[in-house]
Nanobody, 116 residues
């Protein structure tokens, strides 16, 4: 059973920044062999992939966050990070990390709230 723990969320005004962290542990897996992603779920909406980083370090982003978010990983720490700049109210959601494609195990996520 893989454990995923997200942290770093909070309340920030529009235009502000946050850095999210995700730590993976447990289960039977080799972290460095997995593509990883950050997902978010806003109230009443499905989870969406906002950023992914491949096993070899290539990053991709959904159009709405391009130029504002940066995903990175530290394989030694089995961690994934999401630097979020120029935050908008539309970014308000619970943010989750997971494999890409996703695993069945989800963490509790971390709440990001962006006020106008």
């Amino acid at each position: 059973q893989v454990q995923l723990v997200e942290s770093g969320g909070g309340l920030v005004q529009a235009g502000g920044s946050l850095r999210l962290s995700c730590a993976a542990s447990g289960g039977i897996f080799i972290f460095s062999l997995n593509n990883m992603g950050w997902y978010r779920q806003a109230p009443g909406k499905q989870r969406e992939l906002v950023a992914r980083i491949t096993r070899d370090g290539r990053a991709d982003y959904t159009d709405s966050v391009k130029g504002r978010f940066t995903i990175s990983r530290d394989n030694a720490k089995k961690a994934v990070y999401l630097q979020m700049n120029s935050l908008k109210p539309e970014d308000t959601a619970v943010y989750y990390c997971n494999g890409n494609p996703v695993w069945d195990y989800w963490g509790q996520g971390t709440q990001v709230t962006v006020s106008s």
